[in-house]
T-cell receptor, first 112, second 111 residues
Framework: KAGVTQTPRYLIKTRGQQVTLSCSPI?????VSWYQQTPGQGLQFLFE???????NKGNFPGRFSGRQFSNSRSEMNVSTLELGDSALYLC???????????FGPGTRLLVL | GQQLNQSPQSMFIQEGEDVSMNCTSS?????WLWYKQDPGEGPVLLIA?????ELTSNGRLTAQFGITRKDSFLNISASIPSDVGIYFC???????????FGTGTRLQVFP
């Protein structure tokens, strides 16, 4: 079974721009979660989607948003990028809540 | 952001030695997960624990879900060079898919 895939793997943007990241979960997994990983803050939860609905949200500003499609694929959008948004963005999927999450390889975003 | 207390922060050991690391929280979790992350890659799930007191093995790895639901530990026996990486614990709260991660343990194995 194919794992979680994320595109693109690397991205360079400038301050003020916006970016959209994509995640395809493992087949049969309906829950998709997004995390931000930085050296200073570690792995931080952004939000989680299940059946196209956002069920949980972390403590990030409204510039961070996401959505999930009917095929469970998910996108994450960050508007008005700031230097501090430079991070590894990880997507994880699970069959349903409370079960183990499987991570993709991540998208490394660099904001200049 | 919220993080779990994970110790030790780093370990430098010789090949063949056993390793032990643990994770503690002030909150109760109903799921404990252990992941390994290599540089530039996403975390890879090693062991998942779903019941208090549960002891689960995956090859040379053994993890336990603490009886109080507030802690978990991971043991690696007879370490080998490919065990090098950062190990994270993660706790899952009730009725949510939100994971709270530990601060990570960086493991170095010397031949």
């Amino acid at each position: 079974k194919a794992g979680v895939t994320q595109t693109p793997r690397y991205l360079i943007k400038t301050r003020g721009q916006q970016v959209t990241l994509s995640c395809s979960p493992i087949s049969g997994h309906r829950s998709v979660s997004w995390y931000q990983q930085t050296p200073g803050q570690g792995l931080q939860f952004l939000f989680e989607y299940f059946s196209e609905t956002q069920r949980n949200k972390g403590n990030f500003p409204g510039r961070f948003s996401g959505r999930q499609f009917s095929n469970s694929r998910s996108e994450m959008n960050v508007s008005t990028l700031e230097l501090g948004d430079s991070a590894l963005y990880l997507c994880a999927s699970s069959r349903t809540e409370g079960l183990a999450q499987y991570f993709g390889p991540g998208t490394r975003l660099l904001v200049l | 952001g919220q993080q779990l207390n994970q110790s030790p922060q780093s370990m430098f050991i010789q090949e063949g030695e056993d390793v032990s690391m643990n994770c503690t929280s002030s909150s109760i979790f109903n799921t404990w997960l252990w992941y390994k992350q290599d540089p530039g890659e996403g975390p890879v799930l090693l062991i998942a624990l779903y019941k208090a007191g549960e002891l689960t093995s995956n090859g040379r790895l053994t993890a336990q879900f603490g009886i109080t639901r507030k802690d978990s530990f991971l043991n690696i026996s007879a370490s080998i060079p490919s065990d090098v990486g950062i190990y994270f614990c993660a706790g899952g709260a009730y009725n949510t898919d939100k994971l709270i991660f530990g601060t990570g343990t960086r493991l170095q194995v010397f031949p």
